[in-house]
Protein backbone atom coordinates (compact mmCIF):
# COMPACT_ATOMS: atom_id res chain seq x y z
CA UNK A 1 0.00 0.00 0.00
CA UNK A 2 1.41 2.94 -1.36
CA UNK A 3 1.28 6.52 1.29
CA UNK A 4 -1.29 8.77 1.08
CA UNK A 5 1.18 11.45 -0.15
CA UNK A 6 2.34 9.38 -2.85
CA UNK A 7 -1.50 8.18 -4.13
CA UNK A 8 -2.48 12.23 -4.29
CA UNK A 9 0.71 12.79 -6.47
CA UNK A 10 0.13 10.44 -8.73
CA UNK A 11 -3.58 11.38 -8.94
CA UNK A 12 -2.56 15.32 -9.40
CA UNK A 13 -0.45 13.92 -12.16
CA UNK A 14 -3.61 12.03 -13.87
CA UNK A 15 -5.85 14.93 -13.26
CA UNK A 16 -3.15 17.14 -14.82
CA UNK A 17 -1.99 14.84 -17.19
CA UNK A 18 -5.56 15.27 -18.89
CA UNK A 19 -5.46 11.33 -18.53
CA UNK A 20 -7.86 9.92 -21.82
CA UNK A 21 -10.07 7.94 -19.34
CA UNK A 22 -10.08 10.38 -16.71
CA UNK A 23 -11.81 13.00 -19.12
CA UNK A 24 -14.08 10.95 -20.66
CA UNK A 25 -15.44 9.89 -17.39
CA UNK A 26 -15.62 13.98 -16.52
CA UNK A 27 -17.44 14.47 -19.75
CA UNK A 28 -20.14 11.59 -19.44
CA UNK A 29 -20.89 12.90 -15.41
CA UNK A 30 -21.18 16.25 -16.57
CA UNK A 31 -23.18 15.74 -19.71
CA UNK A 32 -25.70 13.29 -17.86
CA UNK A 33 -25.51 15.62 -14.86
CA UNK A 34 -25.79 18.85 -16.62
CA UNK A 35 -28.79 17.20 -18.71
CA UNK A 36 -30.52 15.93 -16.35
CA UNK A 37 -30.56 19.09 -14.15
CA UNK A 38 -31.81 21.11 -17.29
CA UNK A 39 -34.68 18.87 -17.55
CA UNK A 40 -35.12 18.97 -14.04
CA UNK A 41 -35.41 23.18 -14.06
CA UNK A 42 -38.00 22.74 -17.29
CA UNK A 43 -40.25 20.70 -15.10
CA UNK A 44 -39.64 22.11 -11.70
CA UNK A 45 -39.18 25.66 -12.10
CA UNK A 46 -42.60 26.57 -13.64
CA UNK A 47 -44.05 23.74 -10.96
CA UNK A 48 -42.70 25.72 -8.20
CA UNK A 49 -43.63 28.72 -8.93
CA UNK A 50 -47.19 27.68 -9.78
CA UNK A 51 -47.70 26.37 -6.65
CA UNK A 52 -45.75 29.01 -4.95
CA UNK A 53 -47.71 31.94 -6.91
CA UNK A 54 -51.56 30.21 -6.65
CA UNK A 55 -54.22 29.10 -4.45
CA UNK A 56 -55.97 26.49 -6.02
CA UNK A 57 -57.77 22.84 -4.34
CA UNK A 58 -54.79 20.29 -3.29
CA UNK A 59 -52.49 23.20 -3.27
CA UNK A 60 -51.02 21.78 0.14
CA UNK A 61 -51.09 18.13 -0.29
CA UNK A 62 -48.63 19.18 -3.71
CA UNK A 63 -46.80 20.79 -1.49
CA UNK A 64 -46.57 18.35 0.92
CA UNK A 65 -45.78 15.95 -2.29
CA UNK A 66 -43.05 18.03 -3.13
CA UNK A 67 -40.79 18.88 0.18
CA UNK A 68 -41.50 14.78 0.46
CA UNK A 69 -39.85 13.72 -2.69
CA UNK A 70 -36.99 15.99 -1.85
CA UNK A 71 -35.67 13.25 0.12
CA UNK A 72 -36.00 10.44 -2.37
CA UNK A 73 -33.43 7.63 -1.84
CA UNK A 74 -31.59 7.57 -4.60
CA UNK A 75 -31.27 3.49 -4.67
CA UNK A 76 -35.15 3.79 -4.67
CA UNK A 77 -35.27 6.00 -7.61
CA UNK A 78 -32.34 3.87 -9.74
CA UNK A 79 -34.43 0.29 -8.87
CA UNK A 80 -37.56 1.56 -9.78
CA UNK A 81 -36.34 3.37 -13.31
CA UNK A 82 -34.71 -0.08 -13.78
CA UNK A 83 -37.91 -1.84 -13.06
CA UNK A 84 -39.57 0.49 -15.74
CA UNK A 85 -36.90 0.37 -18.44
CA UNK A 86 -35.77 -2.97 -17.66
CA UNK A 87 -36.57 -6.11 -21.02
CA UNK A 88 -39.99 -7.10 -18.81
CA UNK A 89 -40.92 -3.32 -17.31
CA UNK A 90 -43.16 -1.45 -19.73
CA UNK A 91 -40.96 0.71 -21.16
CA UNK A 92 -38.21 -2.09 -21.84
CA UNK A 93 -38.99 -1.59 -25.72
CA UNK A 94 -37.10 1.26 -25.65
CA UNK A 95 -34.22 -0.69 -24.77
CA UNK A 96 -32.83 2.50 -22.84
CA UNK A 97 -31.54 0.35 -19.67
CA UNK A 98 -27.51 0.55 -19.13
CA UNK A 99 -27.56 3.79 -21.06
CA UNK A 100 -26.45 7.54 -19.98
CA UNK A 101 -30.30 8.21 -20.84
CA UNK A 102 -31.38 6.20 -18.16
CA UNK A 103 -28.88 7.95 -15.85
CA UNK A 104 -30.76 11.04 -17.56
CA UNK A 105 -34.26 10.06 -16.41
CA UNK A 106 -32.75 8.71 -12.80
CA UNK A 107 -30.97 11.64 -12.14
CA UNK A 108 -34.47 14.05 -13.45
CA UNK A 109 -36.62 11.83 -11.49
CA UNK A 110 -34.15 12.89 -8.05
CA UNK A 111 -33.55 16.31 -8.89
CA UNK A 112 -37.12 17.76 -10.15
CA UNK A 113 -38.89 17.75 -7.15
CA UNK A 114 -35.86 19.77 -5.30
CA UNK A 115 -35.60 22.23 -7.74
CA UNK A 116 -39.45 22.42 -7.64
CA UNK A 117 -39.91 22.35 -3.65
CA UNK A 118 -37.16 25.44 -3.24
CA UNK A 119 -38.74 27.29 -6.41
CA UNK A 120 -42.16 27.34 -4.76
CA UNK A 121 -40.82 28.42 -1.32
CA UNK A 122 -38.14 31.42 -3.48
CA UNK A 123 -41.02 32.23 -6.19
CA UNK A 124 -43.79 32.32 -2.42
CA UNK A 125 -41.39 35.24 -0.74
CA UNK A 126 -41.24 37.29 -3.66
CA UNK A 127 -45.18 37.27 -4.48
CA UNK A 128 -45.62 38.57 -1.45
CA UNK A 129 -44.12 41.28 -1.77
CA UNK A 130 -45.82 41.98 -5.64
CA UNK A 131 -49.55 40.19 -5.02
CA UNK A 132 -50.84 43.45 -5.10
CA UNK A 133 -49.03 45.57 -7.24
CA UNK A 134 -50.28 42.67 -10.26
CA UNK A 135 -53.36 42.10 -8.94
CA UNK A 136 -53.74 45.55 -9.58
CA UNK A 137 -52.12 45.34 -12.97
CA UNK A 138 -54.22 42.24 -13.90
CA UNK A 139 -51.25 40.29 -14.24
CA UNK A 140 -52.79 37.37 -16.04
CA UNK A 141 -51.55 33.61 -14.91
CA UNK A 142 -48.76 33.15 -17.63
CA UNK A 143 -47.36 36.71 -17.16
CA UNK A 144 -47.65 36.12 -13.31
CA UNK A 145 -45.21 32.86 -13.53
CA UNK A 146 -42.65 34.24 -16.05
CA UNK A 147 -42.52 37.86 -14.07
CA UNK A 148 -41.74 35.84 -11.14
CA UNK A 149 -39.29 32.85 -12.31
CA UNK A 150 -37.43 36.14 -14.29
CA UNK A 151 -37.33 38.43 -11.23
CA UNK A 152 -36.51 35.87 -8.72
CA UNK A 153 -33.58 34.53 -11.03
CA UNK A 154 -30.71 34.71 -8.77
CA UNK A 155 -32.08 32.74 -5.99
CA UNK A 156 -32.97 30.50 -8.46
CA UNK A 157 -29.67 30.03 -9.58
CA UNK A 158 -29.22 28.85 -5.99
CA UNK A 159 -31.91 26.13 -6.59
CA UNK A 160 -30.46 24.93 -9.60
CA UNK A 161 -26.68 24.51 -8.22
CA UNK A 162 -28.54 22.67 -5.21
CA UNK A 163 -29.60 19.97 -7.32
CA UNK A 164 -26.73 19.98 -9.42
CA UNK A 165 -24.94 19.37 -6.38
CA UNK A 166 -27.49 16.44 -5.73
CA UNK A 167 -27.29 15.55 -9.03
CA UNK A 168 -23.26 15.13 -9.35
CA UNK A 169 -22.73 13.71 -6.46
CA UNK A 170 -25.19 10.81 -6.25
CA UNK A 171 -23.94 7.62 -6.89
CA UNK A 172 -26.89 4.64 -6.19
CA UNK A 173 -29.77 5.64 -8.81
CA UNK A 174 -26.72 5.56 -11.81
CA UNK A 175 -25.04 2.85 -10.54
CA UNK A 176 -28.17 0.64 -10.61
CA UNK A 177 -29.68 2.09 -14.23
CA UNK A 178 -26.52 2.60 -15.51
CA UNK A 179 -24.82 -0.49 -15.01
CA UNK A 180 -21.24 1.45 -14.70
CA UNK A 181 -20.06 0.33 -17.58
CA UNK A 182 -16.12 1.23 -19.09
CA UNK A 183 -16.57 4.05 -22.32
CA UNK A 184 -20.31 3.64 -22.20
CA UNK A 185 -21.97 4.92 -18.39
CA UNK A 186 -18.99 5.10 -16.05
CA UNK A 187 -19.30 8.65 -14.60
CA UNK A 188 -17.55 10.13 -11.58
CA UNK A 189 -18.97 8.96 -8.78
CA UNK A 190 -19.22 5.04 -9.77
CA UNK A 191 -16.08 4.86 -10.69
CA UNK A 192 -14.70 6.54 -7.70
CA UNK A 193 -16.67 3.36 -5.88
CA UNK A 194 -15.41 1.01 -8.25
CA UNK A 195 -11.56 1.72 -8.48
CA UNK A 196 -11.81 2.27 -4.61
CA UNK A 197 -12.87 -1.27 -3.84
CA UNK A 198 -10.47 -2.56 -6.98
CA UNK A 199 -7.42 -0.97 -4.79
CA UNK A 200 -6.68 2.00 -7.20
CA UNK A 201 -6.65 4.86 -5.26
CA UNK A 202 -5.09 7.09 -8.10
CA UNK A 203 -8.28 7.05 -10.41
CA UNK A 204 -10.05 7.38 -7.26
CA UNK A 205 -8.96 10.07 -5.77
CA UNK A 206 -7.84 11.78 -9.23
CA UNK A 207 -12.14 11.96 -9.62
CA UNK A 208 -12.57 13.07 -6.34
CA UNK A 209 -10.42 16.16 -7.04
CA UNK A 210 -12.10 16.73 -9.79
CA UNK A 211 -15.48 16.50 -8.65
CA UNK A 212 -14.41 18.79 -5.53
CA UNK A 213 -13.23 21.19 -7.61
CA UNK A 214 -15.94 20.99 -10.30
CA UNK A 215 -18.55 21.96 -7.28
CA UNK A 216 -16.23 24.39 -5.52
CA UNK A 217 -15.83 26.17 -9.35
CA UNK A 218 -20.04 26.24 -9.97
CA UNK A 219 -20.65 27.11 -6.32
CA UNK A 220 -17.97 30.45 -6.78
CA UNK A 221 -19.44 31.02 -9.80
CA UNK A 222 -23.17 31.15 -8.56
CA UNK A 223 -21.82 33.47 -5.73
CA UNK A 224 -20.33 35.29 -7.36
CA UNK A 225 -23.19 36.05 -9.93
CA UNK A 226 -25.60 36.37 -6.97
CA UNK A 227 -23.03 38.74 -5.12
CA UNK A 228 -23.51 41.09 -8.52
CA UNK A 229 -27.00 40.51 -8.27
CA UNK A 230 -27.63 41.95 -4.62
CA UNK A 231 -25.25 45.04 -5.34
CA UNK A 232 -27.64 46.06 -8.65
CA UNK A 233 -30.58 45.24 -6.14
CA UNK A 234 -31.66 42.29 -8.63
CA UNK A 235 -31.71 39.72 -5.46
CA UNK B 1 -75.77 58.20 0.03
CA UNK B 2 -72.65 60.74 0.30
CA UNK B 3 -72.60 62.34 -3.08
CA UNK B 4 -69.64 64.09 -3.48
CA UNK B 5 -70.88 66.62 -6.40
CA UNK B 6 -73.76 67.45 -4.50
CA UNK B 7 -71.90 69.39 -2.07
CA UNK B 8 -69.92 71.45 -4.40
CA UNK B 9 -71.67 74.46 -5.65
CA UNK B 10 -69.20 76.56 -3.99
CA UNK B 11 -66.06 75.71 -5.46
CA UNK B 12 -66.28 72.70 -7.63
CA UNK B 13 -68.24 72.10 -11.08
CA UNK B 14 -71.99 72.81 -10.40
CA UNK B 15 -73.42 70.30 -10.93
CA UNK B 16 -77.38 71.04 -11.67
CA UNK B 17 -79.89 69.17 -11.52
CA UNK B 18 -79.80 68.31 -15.75
CA UNK B 19 -76.58 67.02 -14.79
CA UNK B 20 -77.38 63.19 -15.48
CA UNK B 21 -74.00 61.98 -15.48
CA UNK B 22 -73.38 58.88 -13.11
CA UNK B 23 -70.51 59.19 -10.68
CA UNK B 24 -67.54 57.37 -11.80
CA UNK B 25 -67.16 54.89 -8.93
CA UNK B 26 -69.60 54.72 -6.34
CA UNK B 27 -69.78 52.30 -2.88
CA UNK B 28 -73.11 51.07 -1.74
CA UNK B 29 -73.41 49.80 1.48
CA UNK B 30 -69.54 48.58 1.70
CA UNK B 31 -68.58 46.67 4.41
CA UNK B 32 -65.45 44.67 5.68
CA UNK B 33 -65.27 42.54 8.32
CA UNK B 34 -62.65 40.50 9.45
CA UNK B 35 -61.94 38.11 12.66
CA UNK B 36 -65.48 39.20 13.95
CA UNK B 37 -64.30 42.65 13.55
CA UNK B 38 -65.88 45.49 11.15
CA UNK B 39 -63.39 47.53 9.98
CA UNK B 40 -65.49 49.47 7.62
CA UNK B 41 -69.27 50.10 8.05
CA UNK B 42 -71.62 51.00 5.34
CA UNK B 43 -69.65 53.21 3.50
CA UNK B 44 -71.62 55.23 0.61
CA UNK B 45 -69.87 57.07 -1.87
CA UNK B 46 -69.90 58.27 -4.83
CA UNK B 47 -67.16 60.26 -6.55
CA UNK B 48 -67.01 61.79 -10.23
CA UNK B 49 -65.08 62.42 -13.19
CA UNK B 50 -62.19 64.13 -13.15
CA UNK B 51 -61.76 65.17 -9.17
CA UNK B 52 -59.32 64.59 -6.90
CA UNK B 53 -60.37 63.55 -3.81
CA UNK B 54 -58.36 63.10 -0.41
CA UNK B 55 -59.53 60.66 1.96
CA UNK B 56 -58.50 61.52 5.10
CA UNK B 57 -58.51 60.02 8.92
CA UNK B 58 -56.56 58.73 12.01
CA UNK B 59 -54.98 55.42 11.26
CA UNK B 60 -56.59 52.53 10.94
CA UNK B 61 -59.76 54.49 10.04
CA UNK B 62 -60.15 52.19 7.00
CA UNK B 63 -59.12 54.48 4.48
CA UNK B 64 -56.15 51.98 2.68
CA UNK B 65 -59.22 49.32 3.28
CA UNK B 66 -61.67 51.60 1.14
CA UNK B 67 -59.26 52.70 -1.29
CA UNK B 68 -58.71 48.02 -1.97
CA UNK B 69 -61.81 47.42 -2.03
CA UNK B 70 -62.61 50.44 -4.80
CA UNK B 71 -59.93 48.99 -6.99
CA UNK B 72 -61.02 45.39 -6.47
CA UNK B 73 -58.33 43.76 -4.50
CA UNK B 74 -60.15 43.27 -1.54
CA UNK B 75 -63.85 41.57 -1.91
CA UNK B 76 -66.62 43.56 0.69
CA UNK B 77 -68.13 41.36 3.52
CA UNK B 78 -71.49 43.65 2.67
CA UNK B 79 -72.13 46.00 0.06
CA UNK B 80 -70.67 46.76 -3.32
CA UNK B 81 -68.87 49.28 -5.73
CA UNK B 82 -69.92 50.70 -8.99
CA UNK B 83 -68.19 51.52 -11.93
CA UNK B 84 -70.09 54.07 -14.21
CA UNK B 85 -73.05 52.24 -12.75
CA UNK B 86 -71.93 48.56 -13.11
CA UNK B 87 -70.80 45.72 -11.26
CA UNK B 88 -66.61 46.23 -10.79
CA UNK B 89 -65.59 43.84 -13.36
CA UNK B 90 -61.94 42.80 -15.08
CA UNK B 91 -62.93 45.91 -17.60
CA UNK B 92 -63.68 48.40 -14.95
CA UNK B 93 -60.02 47.41 -13.02
CA UNK B 94 -58.46 47.66 -16.21
CA UNK B 95 -59.31 51.36 -15.86
CA UNK B 96 -57.50 52.16 -13.18
CA UNK B 97 -54.42 51.89 -11.20
CA UNK B 98 -53.51 52.46 -7.54
CA UNK B 99 -49.78 53.03 -6.35
CA UNK B 100 -48.94 51.71 -2.92
CA UNK B 101 -47.38 53.27 0.26
CA UNK B 102 -44.60 51.56 -0.61
CA UNK B 103 -44.11 51.09 -3.70
CA UNK B 104 -43.38 47.97 -5.67
CA UNK B 105 -40.25 48.03 -7.47
CA UNK B 106 -39.68 44.78 -9.72
CA UNK B 107 -36.25 43.64 -9.37
CA UNK B 108 -35.36 45.51 -13.09
CA UNK B 109 -34.47 48.52 -14.27
CA UNK B 110 -36.59 51.33 -14.19
CA UNK B 111 -37.08 51.19 -17.89
CA UNK B 112 -37.91 47.29 -17.09
CA UNK B 113 -40.54 48.41 -14.56
CA UNK B 114 -42.33 50.75 -17.28
CA UNK B 115 -42.47 48.23 -20.00
CA UNK B 116 -43.90 44.96 -18.04
CA UNK B 117 -46.62 47.23 -16.82
CA UNK B 118 -47.38 48.28 -20.21
CA UNK B 119 -46.95 44.64 -21.69
CA UNK B 120 -49.19 43.13 -19.23
CA UNK B 121 -52.14 45.58 -20.50
CA UNK B 122 -51.05 44.46 -24.24
CA UNK B 123 -49.14 47.48 -25.29
CA UNK B 124 -46.26 46.38 -27.57
CA UNK B 125 -44.16 47.91 -30.03
CA UNK B 126 -43.68 51.41 -30.87
CA UNK B 127 -46.75 52.01 -28.62
CA UNK B 128 -45.25 50.52 -25.76
CA UNK B 129 -41.99 52.38 -26.80
CA UNK B 130 -43.59 56.21 -27.08
CA UNK B 131 -45.44 55.58 -23.54
CA UNK B 132 -41.80 54.40 -21.88
CA UNK B 133 -40.76 57.53 -23.10
CA UNK B 134 -43.76 59.78 -22.24
CA UNK B 135 -43.04 58.21 -18.24
CA UNK B 136 -39.65 58.54 -17.98
CA UNK B 137 -40.00 62.47 -18.88
CA UNK B 138 -42.94 62.60 -17.02
CA UNK B 139 -40.72 61.24 -13.94
CA UNK B 140 -38.28 62.82 -14.91
CA UNK B 141 -36.61 59.37 -14.75
CA UNK B 142 -34.96 59.85 -18.18
CA UNK B 143 -31.28 59.57 -16.85
CA UNK B 144 -31.89 56.76 -14.51
CA UNK B 145 -33.78 54.68 -17.48
CA UNK B 146 -31.18 51.97 -17.09
CA UNK B 147 -30.43 52.07 -13.08
CA UNK B 148 -32.25 49.10 -11.08
CA UNK B 149 -35.80 50.31 -9.78
CA UNK B 150 -34.56 49.37 -6.57
CA UNK B 151 -31.44 51.17 -5.71
CA UNK B 152 -33.39 54.40 -6.86
CA UNK B 153 -34.39 57.00 -3.79
CA UNK B 154 -37.55 56.93 -2.19
CA UNK B 155 -38.73 60.30 -3.93
CA UNK B 156 -37.84 58.02 -7.19
CA UNK B 157 -38.97 55.01 -6.42
CA UNK B 158 -42.57 56.57 -5.66
CA UNK B 159 -42.31 58.89 -9.02
CA UNK B 160 -41.29 55.62 -10.91
CA UNK B 161 -44.52 53.98 -9.05
CA UNK B 162 -46.86 56.83 -10.20
CA UNK B 163 -45.39 57.04 -14.32
CA UNK B 164 -45.84 53.19 -14.19
CA UNK B 165 -49.35 53.51 -13.34
CA UNK B 166 -50.38 56.44 -15.68
CA UNK B 167 -48.33 54.89 -18.27
CA UNK B 168 -51.11 52.33 -18.59
CA UNK B 169 -53.62 55.50 -19.17
CA UNK B 170 -56.00 55.26 -15.94
CA UNK B 171 -59.25 56.68 -15.67
CA UNK B 172 -58.72 56.05 -12.12
CA UNK B 173 -55.43 56.72 -9.94
CA UNK B 174 -55.82 55.65 -6.51
CA UNK B 175 -52.68 56.69 -4.40
CA UNK B 176 -52.03 55.33 -1.06
CA UNK B 177 -49.81 58.15 0.93
CA UNK B 178 -47.87 58.78 -1.77
CA UNK B 179 -45.46 61.19 0.16
CA UNK B 180 -45.59 59.24 3.42
CA UNK B 181 -41.75 59.73 4.79
CA UNK B 182 -40.59 62.02 1.93
CA UNK B 183 -38.47 64.84 1.49
CA UNK B 184 -40.03 68.31 0.74
CA UNK B 185 -37.91 67.94 -2.44
CA UNK B 186 -39.84 64.63 -3.28
CA UNK B 187 -42.76 65.40 -1.94
CA UNK B 188 -43.15 68.55 -4.18
CA UNK B 189 -42.03 66.54 -7.52
CA UNK B 190 -44.84 63.94 -7.04
CA UNK B 191 -47.39 66.50 -6.13
CA UNK B 192 -46.55 68.16 -9.67
CA UNK B 193 -46.71 64.75 -10.98
CA UNK B 194 -50.39 64.16 -9.54
CA UNK B 195 -51.92 67.81 -10.54
CA UNK B 196 -50.10 67.12 -14.23
CA UNK B 197 -51.95 63.89 -14.36
CA UNK B 198 -55.22 65.43 -12.93
CA UNK B 199 -54.82 68.20 -15.64
CA UNK B 200 -54.45 65.42 -18.34
CA UNK B 201 -58.23 64.16 -16.72
CA UNK B 202 -57.55 61.22 -14.79
CA UNK B 203 -59.88 61.29 -11.96
CA UNK B 204 -57.49 61.19 -8.39
CA UNK B 205 -58.53 59.32 -5.16
CA UNK B 206 -55.44 59.93 -2.61
CA UNK B 207 -54.84 59.06 0.55
CA UNK B 208 -53.02 61.65 2.96
CA UNK B 209 -52.43 62.30 6.69
CA UNK B 210 -50.36 65.55 5.23
CA UNK B 211 -53.57 68.00 6.05
CA UNK B 212 -51.30 70.99 3.79
CA UNK B 213 -51.22 68.46 1.39
CA UNK B 214 -55.14 68.01 1.23
CA UNK B 215 -55.45 71.77 1.00
CA UNK B 216 -52.72 72.18 -1.78
CA UNK B 217 -54.27 69.06 -3.75
CA UNK B 218 -57.93 67.75 -2.71
CA UNK B 219 -60.72 69.61 -4.07
CA UNK B 220 -63.03 67.03 -2.05
CA UNK B 221 -62.73 65.21 1.01
CA UNK B 222 -63.33 62.22 2.20
CA UNK B 223 -62.95 61.89 5.93
CA UNK B 224 -63.01 58.49 7.70
CA UNK B 225 -63.45 57.40 11.03
CA UNK B 226 -63.73 54.09 13.00
CA UNK B 227 -64.80 52.39 9.09
CA UNK B 228 -67.57 54.51 8.49
CA UNK B 229 -67.77 58.42 6.71
CA UNK B 230 -67.55 60.80 8.93
CA UNK B 231 -67.75 63.82 6.90
CA UNK B 232 -67.09 64.29 3.05
CA UNK B 233 -67.74 67.68 1.03
CA UNK B 234 -65.15 70.33 -0.36
CA UNK B 235 -61.87 69.63 0.66
CA UNK B 236 -61.44 73.47 1.67
CA UNK B 237 -64.75 73.03 4.10
CA UNK B 238 -63.48 70.21 5.30
CA UNK B 239 -60.51 71.34 6.17
CA UNK B 240 -61.68 74.53 7.21
CA UNK B 241 -64.95 74.26 9.03
CA UNK B 242 -65.49 70.63 9.55
CA UNK B 243 -68.38 69.80 11.34
CA UNK B 244 -68.09 65.86 12.42
CA UNK B 245 -66.20 65.81 16.09
CA UNK B 246 -63.88 63.36 14.89
CA UNK B 247 -62.25 65.78 11.60
CA UNK B 248 -62.67 68.30 14.03
CA UNK B 249 -60.15 67.09 16.76
CA UNK B 250 -57.58 65.95 13.76
CA UNK B 251 -57.42 69.62 12.30
CA UNK B 252 -57.03 70.99 15.61
CA UNK B 253 -54.21 68.22 16.23
CA UNK B 254 -56.40 66.85 19.19
CA UNK B 255 -56.36 63.14 20.29
CA UNK B 256 -60.02 62.04 19.63
CA UNK B 257 -61.39 59.32 21.37
CA UNK B 258 -65.07 58.32 20.61
CA UNK B 259 -67.39 58.56 24.00
CA UNK B 260 -68.57 55.51 24.50
CA UNK B 261 -72.06 54.53 23.22
CA UNK B 262 -71.84 57.71 20.95
CA UNK B 263 -74.30 57.06 18.10
CA UNK B 264 -72.59 56.43 14.52
CA UNK B 265 -70.77 59.43 13.65
CA UNK B 266 -72.30 59.29 10.18
CA UNK B 267 -75.63 60.03 12.05
CA UNK B 268 -74.67 63.15 13.85
CA UNK B 269 -73.65 64.61 10.57
Not at chain 1, 49 to 73: C, E, K, S
Not at chain 1, 188 to 210: C, D, P, W, Y
Request: charged share 20%; proline share 5%.
Amino acid sequence: MESFWGILSEAFTLVLSWDPDLVEIVGLSLRVTLTAVGIACLIGLPLGAIVGAFRFPGRGAVALILNALMGLPPVVVGLMVYLMLSASGPLGVLGLLYTPTAMIIAQTILVTPIVAALTKQVVEDLYTEYADQFASLGVGMADRVGALLWDARYSLMTVALAGFGRAVAEVGAVMIVGGNINHVTRVMTTTIALETSKGNLQLALALGVVLLTLAVLVNGAVMALRASAVRSAYA
Amino acid sequence: MRDLASEFTPLGPAITANDVRQPLIETRGLCFEDRGQRLLDGVDLKLREGRLTVVLGANGAGKSLLLRMMHGLLSPTAGEVLWQGRPLDRAARRAQAMVFQRPVMLRRSVRANLRFALSVRGVMGRERARREAEALELARLNDLADRPARVLSGGEQQRLAIARALACAPELLFLDEPTASLDPGSTQAIEDLIRTAQSAGVTIVMITHDAGQARRLGQDAVFLHGGRIAETGPAARVLEAPRAPAAQAWREGRLYLEPPGAEPLRKII
